[in-house]
């Protein structure tokens, strides 16, 4: 168990305390990478969109050529009955994951019904309310599916992103604007990513070289209920040059405001803090 963490697993079916190990030295997945995670959160004593955060992981493991073990219905219920250990006022990551135990004749190809699965729950704070990012480029891009099973929200995919931001720390900033295959603006190297022109929202369309991330469709659907015109659309960098508020979503942190892109400046906006008002409005009515 890491130092100063709240870490609960579960596996083999049953919870335990602590960072438990689970992965063998021959597992496919510990070798060859056939691993797939999902994230969501607890905080507030709720659980946003945790049937869906479950429904993907599963959807991932048979995007990685994996058989689901456990059903969403299942995975919700054991994700909650875990969740009964810690406090209400606990901020709680939820990590439901699979990975491949054997190979095929090949090595390469892991076993369909040789699947192992597992519940991570670790204690994370949320980030402040007055947390913000920096963003620059970066020379390292987001794969295609032929490439690349971005169809997963699959480990595998992770050293790539992690490239990103080493690389945008290194020139002083704290994340990256990441193009896809044609150049054309992605996402961030650890979220989706919003900008706002003239009080009208816009956010690149999902191409198949990024996850459309579950988060990133609720604020899109908080915002349009509120009278929010929300565009998705083919962007580039300078868009967001030209932008007046930029802003990024994910589990982790659900919004994070941009404060620059490089040598472009961005206030703290209106569009941002009414898209966080909105979902923490929603969260709470959903309990």
């Given at each position: 168990m890491a130092v100063g963490k709240n870490i609960r697993t579960y596996f083999d079916g049953q919870w335990h305390n602590g960072d438990a190990p689970i992965m063998r030295a021959a597992d496919h997945g510990a070798w060859l990478g056939s691993s797939v995670f999902d994230g969501a959160r607890f905080f507030d004593g709720l659980a946003p969109d945790l049937e869906a955060h479950c429904e993907r992981v599963n959807r991932s493991a048979e995007a990685l050529m994996l058989t689901p073990t456990v059903t969403t219905e299942q995975m919700v219920e054991i994700v909650r009955e875990g969740l009964d250990s810690y406090a209400k006022g606990s901020a709680v990551y939820i990590r439901p994951?699979?990975?491949?135990?054997?190979?095929?004749?090949?090595?390469?190809?892991?076993?369909?019904?040789?699947?192992?699965?597992?519940?991570?729950?670790?204690?994370?704070?949320?980030?402040?309310?007055?947390?913000?990012?920096?963003?620059?480029?970066?020379?390292?891009?987001?794969?295609?599916?032929?490439?690349?099973v971005v169809n997963?929200?699959?480990?595998?995919?992770?050293?790539?992103?992690?490239?990103?931001?080493?690389?945008?720390?290194?020139?002083?900033?704290?994340?990256?604007?990441?193009?896809?295959?044609?150049?054309?603006?992605?996402?961030?190297?650890?979220?989706?990513?919003?900008?706002?022109?003239?009080?009208?929202?816009?956010?690149?369309?999902?191409?198949?070289?990024?996850?459309?991330?579950?988060?990133?469709?609720?604020?899109?659907?908080?915002l349009r209920a509120d009278g929010v015109t929300v565009h998705e659309s083919v962007l580039g960098f300078e868009d967001f040059h030209e932008a007046d508020e930029v802003f990024m979503t994910g589990n982790m942190n659900k919004i994070t405001p941009v404060t620059a892109l490089e040598d472009t400046q961005y206030q703290i906006g209106p569009i941002a803090r009414r898209a966080r008002e909105l979902y923490w409005d929603w969260a709470a009515s959903a309990r």
């Open positions: 994951m699979y990975w491949g135990i054997d190979g095929d004749v090949t090595a390469i190809v892991p076993q369909q019904d040789s699947t192992g699965f597992a519940i991570c729950l670790e204690e994370i704070p949320m980030a402040p309310e007055t947390a913000s990012v920096t963003l620059t480029t970066t020379r390292f891009r987001r794969p295609v599916l032929e490439s690349a997963a929200k699959a480990g595998c995919l992770y050293p790539n992103n992690a490239r990103m931001l080493k690389e945008a720390r290194s020139k002083g900033f704290s994340n990256a604007l990441v193009a896809d295959a044609l150049g054309h603006v992605a996402e961030t190297a650890t979220a989706n990513i919003f900008m706002v022109r003239d009080g009208e929202v816009f956010t690149p369309t999902p191409n198949g070289t990024f996850l459309a991330g579950i988060t990133r469709a609720r604020h899109i659907k908080n």
